[in-house]
């Protein structure tokens, strides 16, 4: 084995947050420009998060190109007619703290230079996969403390980096966050190895663990409309198909949303009851009832590409770069959105967050 795949294999297992909870983490930031034949100007957007946005595929030395703020700077490119350069600062494996303390906040620069337009976050996976991870480890009587405090740490990070984003980001014409979906949820539909101390009983994983992204999620909308960014909710898109399955009149992810003047705990009960039925993996995203497509790569924790192009790395700083034409003509781009939208979860992601983009820079 070569030092390069070691070093690989070393440090991406450590990052990787799907099996035991991680403490390591591993810079994969890159700047890439979309270049428009016949634009003038050049926009930014800026995108803050961890390994999603960056887009990890699973090697320490690259990241996927189409990543969900790529997907976004290119429906921008088309709708504003402009050169796109997409910013991605962003660590793999890093909790909320380290991503508002070492990314928005140090790398700050970034979102108050004069061309940014728009500015995305994500932040709480790691969190919640993490506390997870402790508590799938855990025998005797079940401790519910790490769950409560991923919670409380997301709610509290997510809203310090709003209010951040707001102060520095002064020429940005949209602000968005995404909510986080939820991978492994065929896989959580397991007893755990704990018993629950006043049913004495071991309790099913995944029925703990939804109720504590439906409130973290609501939070983060709310949060958003309270500080004046768009909230780009990516688990009803990536938990619910793309068609009404329960005849209940909506299309499913269009029910699954979250909504303007809901309470958290009016939410979290359509959520964890009211529309569970409709709750599906995201390894089985339902574009209609006779077509489903992957939104999950083969390690059950991130989002799927479209495209196999990679952006290479710095080995000793993580940062890559690199420039090309966009991906789709305006002619493939049919009401907001390219042939490939629905079939991908990056491509989802993308497109979920593009929605709130303005009509002009």
Known sequence: MSIRSALSCTVAAAALVGGSAAASTINQSTSWTINRSG????????AYGDSIYAGYNGDLFSV????????DGEYLSTKWSSNIEVIRRTKSGAKADDIYNNKIVSERSYMQASNTRAVT????????LQARSAFTDQTGTCDYSGLDSALAACTTYTEKAMQAINQYATTAKVKVVSTIYYPGFNADNVLTGCTDSTTGTKINKRTKFIPYLAKSNWRTCNLAEKYGFKCADSFAEFMAADYDSNGDGEIDRDALRYRSGETEAAYVTRITSTLLGT??????HFANSS??????????THPSYYSSSTIGLNWFTGNG????APEYSNTQIVNGQNPQWNKWGHEKMGWTISTFDPAAP
């Open 279 to 284: 709750l599906r993996d995201a390894n089985t």
């Open 291 to 300: 077509t489903s497509y992957d939104y999950i790569q083969s390690d059950d």
């Open 39 to 46: 634009a003038t100007s050049t926009y930014r957007v800026v």
């Open 321 to 324: 770069s690199g420039s090309g």
């Open 121 to 128: 976050f994500e932040m709480c996976g790691n969190d919640y």
């Open 64 to 71: 996927g190109k189409r990543s969900a703020p790529l997907v």
